[in-house]
């Protein structure tokens, strides 16, 4: 049984449709790279899954169960958390209270996890009472990824993390992103730099135009000449 | 110079001014925030709950209940009672309110709700006058004599007092909620960023709840203390310092309950001190055009908030 | 037979102060309808209209409340024209510093100038008489009329008295005629306008300014039009207001007469249309006087029964808002307006 599956998912917003007749699937342990130009729709596809959009069409699978429709506090509860583009942190917190909102549904003591997550991201133990709005792009990154990560969650799901970072930057973000999946963590990636990820991922699809185009292994996909030069252009 | 000397008076009167405006201005800042919307019946529930307490003391006086005044203040148990129990039931009504109201307009446009609040405002205010009439009531019939505090020139009242005391001792309330309570964490949250919140797990319908029911109290407290302090309340009483309190509020920063209160205590100095200058039937004009100035020069406020 | 002439004249007066209102909703309906500026102010630029008519048309200071300026006794239209000049004048200086802001701020702000417009009329007695108002406010042709009413009733004494009531209001008439034409040139005009290429860019900034702010018109310049078209046509209603009522003061312009009630009948008829912005004026002005009479069937005291009035038309402004909130007209849609929500 895949960790994850979407069924010929259409979607989109209002009388818009965006995703025609989409599928996939993710298994445990996976990076799963979703690439393609902009306005493909990888960003709605998330949204998706995570339930802030509802699909008008198809399925979404987790764990055997489906998730199709269920509001985004309930899925986080299943074990699926899900990182947006932008304004993905609380600015007027401090980082450790940003962790600690990650923590909210949580009533034990979660202070283990939060050296877990400390440990992945040794700065952010450093900064911890400092207010995030206050920190670089990179800084909030993390942020963001630590706080999503503090439920523990066996699917991770990632909307370009590395957009509005500097090369250097978005090189130690991906390095991350492969350090949290070696914990166990599978990870739902959807990045315009398509390049890198392609290099970190098990899989990827290649998304356009809202619908399914390529679907292969990463290294495949990187190797592929007609792909590249259509979407790794960057 | 005969104006200056009454500038230390003015100045005791705007900071009771302005204690009322900051707990009223809180809970407009908190809604504004959390639920999106410029709340237009906050000055009524400052209103409802004020006339709450009165019928409650009215209710108590009439089953003995006794109200021998505590040292130099004008009441006793009694009031006191009745002032705690109001402060309950007024935040009672109001999550009733957001059940049948706004909890179906969470998705509207911040315009819509406005509109809404608007008619909640005058709906509340006349079924106050409905049951009460248009005429004043008074909470404390005697006059209370000032003390004069020697050598600064300034007379100040026990019951103001009071006043200043409650206040601060609420604000540190909402102070130590806000930042040291899951829930007050979670409140700044959900005002900072409501959409990452839900996604974040975080129960945003309990924390709009919250949000009700401490602006609510805040509004009743501030309402009874204004009560207090002008010794009369009428149904018109929100509305009247409603312009002065969404003055505070934008001049603090719209969305941040610490500018609230610092706005409040701006805007009520600044009222009081005006009236050595200029007369006092313009005085809701003095907070107007502050908050114009405001505006003008920096809108996100004095303490800003990143929207 | 008397009643009915009774209820006709009560009609007409009816149907004066419901076409009043319909002139206030069609300004409401140009900034808000069309371009969605929140102003809710209306109860200024009302009282604005209304005084400066008066005080151009109206006869000079009498020895009462202190008043020291106006009284031109010029013709009712000019004074017409004036309140809307003035409130073009007032809303264009408004509407500088305010219009760059947020529907939170600007609705504020709104509040804040009718609040301060009402505050100079009450204080500023040499020029307003303050509290006590202005009386003796000329009416339009009421002259002319009234004699020859009184000649024609004087050379009739035999007529039945149904009649002899219904030709004694004869000048209700009139002014009904008068009130109904200037709605209905009004209305023309603000048709012509919002189909024109002027219109298309108000409703393209009521949609979503920062696309049409892309596509290089100045919105603020055509939001500040919007504002002082509007509000000559809240001063057109003003005036036309004064004049009949021929006494006005400060508190007969509070909040709810002059800014609540124009929303609920706008929203209720449909924001975005003309014919639903009169539409509404009349049917929630016929409500209105409705909860008159069911109020009346109570022993409710005079304030009771005003306070139960108001909130029975709170009430249906959150009854409309929760379950037909475009209103009974709907405003048009154009083909390419595709329903589209940013993620």
Known sequence: MSLLTGESINSGYGDMEVLHDVSFHIEEGEIISIIGPNGAGKSTLLKTIFGLLNPTKGRVIFKGNSITGLAPDRIVRLGMAYVPQVENVFPSLTVHENLEMGAFILTDDFSDRLEEVYELFPILKERKKQRVGKMSGGERQMVAMGRALMLDPELLMLDEPSAALAPKLAEIIFERITAINETGVSILIVEQNAKESLKLADRGYVLASGQNRFEDTGENLLANEEIGQLYLGG | MQILSRIPQLLIYGVISGSILSLGGIGVSLTYSILGFSNFAHGDFMALGAYIALGLFALFTGLRIPNTPFGPLSFGFGFILSFILAIGLTALAVVLLDRILFKRLRRASSIILMMSSIGVALGLRNILQFFWGPQPHYYIEKIQLARVIPGLNIRIKPDQVFILIVTIIVIGVVHYFLQYTKMGKAMRASADNIALARVTGINTERVILWTWVIGAALAATAGILAGIENKFITPELGWQMLLSIFASVVLGGLGNPYGAILGGMIIGLSEEVSTAFISTGYKPAVAFIIMIIMLLVKPTGLLGRRR | ?343
């Open chain 3, 1 to 343: 037979m008397e009643s009915l002439v009774g209820i006709v004249n009560y009609i007409v007066f009816f149907a004066i102060t419901a076409g009043t209102y319909g002139v206030l909703s069609l300004g409401l309906n140009i900034q808000w309808g069309y371009t969605g500026l929140f102003n809710i102010g209306i109860a200024g630029f009302y009282a604005l209209g209304a005084y400066t008519s008066v005080l151009v048309s109206g006869p000079p200071p009498g020895p009462w409340g202190g008043r020291i300026f106006g009284g031109f006794e010029l013709p009712f239209l000019v004074g017409l024209l004036a309140a809307a000049l003035v409130c073009g004048i007032v809303a264009f200086l408004i509407g500088i510093p305010t219009l760059r802001l947020k529907a939170d701020y600007l609705a504020i702000a709104t509040i804040g100038i009718a609040e301060t417009i009402r505050l100079v009329l009450k204080n500023e007695s040499w020029l307003t008489n303050g509290v006590w108002g202005l009386q003796q406010i000329p009416a339009p042709l009421h002259g002319p009329i009234h004699s020859g009413v009184s000649n024609f009733l004087h050379g009739h004494p035999d007529l039945p008295a149904w009649l002899h009531s219904l030709v004694a209001k004869s000048y209700n008439w009139f002014y009904l005629l008068l009130v109904l034409v200037v709605l209905f040139i009004l209305y023309l005009i603000v048709e012509r306008l919002v189909r024109s290429p002027w219109g298309r860019v108000l409703k393209a900034i009521r949609e979503d300014e920062d696309a049409a702010a892309m596509s290089g018109k100045n919105t603020f310049s055509f939001k500040l039009q919007a504002l002082v078209l509007g509000a000559m046509i809240m001063g057109i209603g003003g005036s036309l207001y004064a004049h009949y009522a021929r006494f006005i003061c400060p508190s007969v312009f509070k909040p709810l007469y002059g800014t609540f009630i124009v929303w609920v009948m706008l929203i209720l008829g449909g924001s975005g249309n003309n014919r639903g912005a009169i539409l509404g004026s009349f049917v929630v002005w016929g409500i209105w006087a409705g909860t008159d009479f069911l109020t009346g069937y109570f022993p409710f005291s005079a304030t009771q029964a005003a306070s139960l009035r108001i909130i029975i038309i709170a009430i249906l402004l959150e009854v409309i808002l929760l379950w037909r909130p475009q209103g009974l007209l709907q405003r048009e849609k154009r083909a390419s307006e595709i329903p589209y929500k940013r993620s």
